[in-house]
Structure formats: C-alpha cells, structure tokens
C-alpha cells in the first residue's frame, strides 16, 4: 500500500510540505531573498501586527469568504435544481455556464478590466455616453474589491453549479417523485429534498469555498493589483508585494 502512496506522497512533500516549513522559517528572518538571512526573532509579525495595510488585507479576506459564501452559492444552487427539472435544456445551459471556468484567469481579467468596467472602452464608457453618470469602479477604494468580486463570481458560479447538479442526479428519482405527488412546489422540493440530499456535497464546496477565499490572488493581482488605495489588497497580494516588490521576504512570509 506505502509503495503505490509514496508517489504521491513525495509530491505533496516537495510542493506542499517542504515550502510551507521555508516560509515559516523565512518568518522569523530579515530576508531580501538574495542575500544572507539575518535573525528578528518576532520583529516581522510585530511590523505586520503595527501594519494597518495588514489588517485591512485581513478584512478584504473575510468580506471576499462572506461573499463567496452566499452569492456564488445560491446561484449555483438554484441554476442546478432549475436544470434538474428541465433535462432537455441541460446540456445546453451547462456548457454555457462552464464556459467562463475554462477561459484562462487573465484573459477573464483583461476582458472585465477592458471591456466591461472601463471607463473609456468598455460597458461603463458606453453608459456614460447614454446619460447614465458611473465611475470606473476599479478606481474606487470603496468599491474595488466588490467589482473584482463580481468578476471572480462569473467565473466560479457556473463550476458550482455542475457540481451541485451532479450531486443531486445522485438522489433517488422515487423520492423526487414522492414529494411531486404529494403537492411539493420548486421550493419546497428544493428545500426538503434536493438541499437535504446534496448536504455532504455542499459541505465540502462550502469548506473548499472557504480554503479559496482566502488563497485568491490572481484576479485581484491582475485586476487592480491590490488597489486602488490598498481598497483591494488581500494577504495574498500583501505578502506578494513585499516579498518581490519591497525585497522584504520575511514580512511577507509572516503575513
């Protein structure tokens, strides 16, 4: 059994294991990543803890997992018990929302940042022209990490939802049928069948939903790279700015 696991299992020590000890390690160091690393002891999550960017990187993660908790979900939730009552449309509609999960992240981000938020080129460019008064939201601190948002959603949403409706293709055709007889509409099926049958599912989309949501960098990175005014800046971006933009490698691997 050891024998057919150690491939894995290296794997995961060379690319997981092995670098997660090198950033702890790298945390109690001052470090520029090239030269000799000298000791600080606690000195770089002191600076972290006095860093009021730091916190609001925190609290960009916790609204982005709040976020992601319930709008992407919901929408995914309801897309897939909508395509398990219309079988005929599934194939369609399914592909059509997977298309965005399989369009590279930076091709998504460019096409969002060029052709939908611009103020110059894009949809909000073609508003403004048509007597509607709104700003470019990537340049606003207050709405920057909710327009980035919206665009990670798009991409995301459609994935959840083909999960969730493989979960409930899974659920007994008499026990849907059951409750149909006896007089239960889209919600309370939803509510009292589908939900119920998926839990194991849902759960494990929610935890993974969590564990992402606090790793994301790339849309946010290519998007608005953090800001404007730190608006967008999560831990991800934060500990990547000072560890290749400011040569600070051990702040960035205490954040």
């Avoid at 972290?48 to 609001?56: E, G, K, N, T």
């Avoid at 889209?186 to 494990?204: C, D, E």
């Amino acid at each position: 059994m050891w024998l057919f696991a150690l491939p894995a299992l290296l794997i995961n020590v060379c690319i997981i294991l092995v670098p997660a000890v090198l950033t702890f390690t790298a945390a109690f160091f001052i470090w520029d990543g090239v030269g000799t690393p000298v000791w600080a002891g606690l000195t770089n999550f002191q600076n972290m803890v006095a860093d009021p960017v730091f916190w609001s990187a925190l609290t960009n993660n916790f609204i982005w997992t709040a976020i992601f908790l319930t709008v992407p979900v919901c929408l995914a939730l309801v897309m897939a018990a909508a395509l398990l009552m219309a079988p005929k449309a599934r194939i369609v509609v399914q592909s059509i929302i997977f298309l965005p999960r399989i369009i590279a992240v930076a091709v998504t981000g460019r096409i969002f940042q060029g052709m939908i938020f611009s103020p110059a080129t894009g949809i909000v460019a073609w508003l403004n022209e048509h007597g509607f008064s709104i700003s470019d939201p990537l340049a606003d601190p207050d709405r920057s990490l909710y327009a980035v948002a919206a665009v990670d959603i798009w991409h995301w949403w459609g994935f959840l939802a083909v999960v969730f409706l493989a979960a409930m293709r899974q659920i007994s055709v008499d026990q849907i049928e059951a409750a149909r007889l006896d007089g239960a509409g889209f919600f309370a099926l939803f509510r009292y069948v589908l939900l119920p049958g998926i839990s194991p599912t849902l759960t494990l989309m929610l935890i993974l939903t969590v564990i992402w949501s606090f790793q994301v960098f790339e849309f946010i990175f290519i998007v608005t790279r953090g800001g404007p005014a730190y608006g967008s800046e999560v831990l991800a971006t934060f500990a990547y700015r000072h560890a290749f933009f400011e040569g600070d490698v051990g702040h960035a691997a205490a954040a």
